[in-house]
């Protein structure tokens, strides 16, 4: 029970983060929630289907999951990874399974915490791309980005190897992102000077 108290806590924390991050801070905590608890094992058309709802596009989903190149999850988001066939193309690399199999053994999966991207876990960079392409994705839907063939695998390959093509994507995205459906005026929305509370 106290477990699952701290993982609502943190998807509570993770949304905000996300929220934050999207600068879109009159948006609704909602929907980023439900993006957290379902969407780590949305596959691509799921992935692509709930950014297009929003109004953006797939590259820029694609450049916006760069965001895990920093940040940590617990371990019941990727769980199902830990038992799943070896031969399905979003498989973790047997290596990397069995060390997540050990950290997710210590604790319970709701309490435990691991880097989103094993190579550089505090830089912001374009390892999370080239872990895609050895089967590093912690999570399902970081590893489908590049697991299917098409335009998401062309563009990590991209970025994986040219980090300053993902920050320029990245910084478009972001933008984007910012512009989904902004409250403005006093009437509506605020920008807030503490991203996780409504202003004073
Ligand atoms: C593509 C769809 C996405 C899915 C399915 C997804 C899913 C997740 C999940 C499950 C976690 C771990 C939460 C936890 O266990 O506490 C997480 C963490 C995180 N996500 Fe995403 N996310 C997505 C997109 C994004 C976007 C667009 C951003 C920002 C631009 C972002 C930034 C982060 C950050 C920074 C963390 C780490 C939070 C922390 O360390 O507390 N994610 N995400």
Same mark, same amino acid.
């Given at each position: #029970?106290?477990?699952?108290? #701290?993982r609502?806590?943190?998807l ?5 983060? =996300?929220? /934050? ?8 905590i909602?929907p980023a929630?439900?993006l ?7 596959? =691509?058309?799921?992935?692509?289907a709930?950014? &297009? ?7 820029d989903m ?10 940590k999850? /617990? /371990? $019941? ?5 830990l038992?799943?066939?070896?031969? $399905?193309?979003?498989?973790?690399? &047997? ?8 950290? /997710? ?17 505090v830089?912001f960079d374009?390892?999370?791309f ?7 994705g912690?999570l399902?839907?970081?590893q ?14 991209l970025?994986?190897?040219?980090q300053?093509?993902?920050f320029q ?10 512009n =989904? ?12 000077k503490?991203?996780?509370f409504v202003?004073?």
């Open positions: #029970m106290a477990g699952l108290g #701290m609502a806590v943190r509570l924390l993770a949304s905000i983060t =996300i929220v /934050c991050l999207l600068q879109a801070f009159a948006q609704p909602v929630l439900s957290l608890t379902s969407g780590p094992n949305f596959n =691509i058309t799921d992935l692509v709930s950014f &297009a709802a929003v109004g953006l596009s797939a590259k694609v450049a916006l999951s760069g965001a895990h190149t920093i940040g999850a /617990c /371990c $019941d988001t990727f769980l199902t990874r038992t799943a066939d070896a031969d $399905d193309p979003t498989a973790l690399a &047997a290596g990397y399974r069995e060390f997540l199999s050990a950290q /997710c053994s210590t604790g319970p999966a709701t309490d435990v915490m691991i880097d989103l991207d094993v190579t550089t876990p830089r374009n390892a999370y080239s872990n895609l392409q050895q089967n590093l912690l399902h839907s970081d489908v980005l590049y697991a299917t063939a098409g335009s998401t695998r062309q563009q990590v390959t970025y994986a190897h040219h300053s093509a993902f994507d990245f910084a478009a995205a972001m933008i984007h992102m910012g =989904i459906s902004p409250l403005t005026g006093s009437a509506q929305g605020e920008v807030r503490v991203c996780g202003n004073a």
